[in-house]
């Protein structure tokens, strides 16, 4: 049996999701590292040479009340990020005062998106090069 295979015979593309470390920097940054060559180009699923690129690096956080939020950039946004941009996002402050949550996850949205009569905190993410 090969579980490669989806039903009808359409083969699925491989993902694989990496772990990225992260630290509190000294300006109070939260900084995670995102390596740009984490995988090796290899068979590793027996179906010839995988060639890896990074699609997006997410960051998980929650409130004290155990509101679940995500922050995702994609790979182009980062890449934008390299020279020298930022990227904010936007998420209800009723949203991290609430316990129970409908979603499991409330994602960052860009500024402008939430009515102007709506309180909003934001995180901000920009690009650092730490060689």
Avoid at 58 to 76: D, E
Avoid at 101 to 106: G, K, L, N
């Amino acid at each position: 049996m090969d579980h490669g295979l989806a039903v009808g015979g359409v083969r699925l593309p491989p993902q694989y999701a990496l772990a990225a470390s992260f630290w509190l920097a000294p300006d109070g940054a939260l900084v995670v590292e995102t390596p740009d060559d984490a995988l090796i180009d290899e068979d590793y699923f027996g179906l010839g040479v995988c060639h890896w690129e990074l699609e997006s690096v997410s960051l998980a956080f929650a409130s004290r009340s155990g509101a679940r939020f995500v922050a995702t950039l994609s790979a182009s946004e980062i890449q934008e990020m390299r020279g020298g941009g930022e990227r904010v996002l936007q998420y209800l402050v009723s949203d991290h005062a609430s316990s129970a949550q409908p979603d499991p996850a409330i994602f960052g949205e860009r500024p402008g998106y939430y009515p102007a009569d709506k309180r909003v905190f934001s995180l901000t993410a920009s690009y650092r090069n730490i060689e």
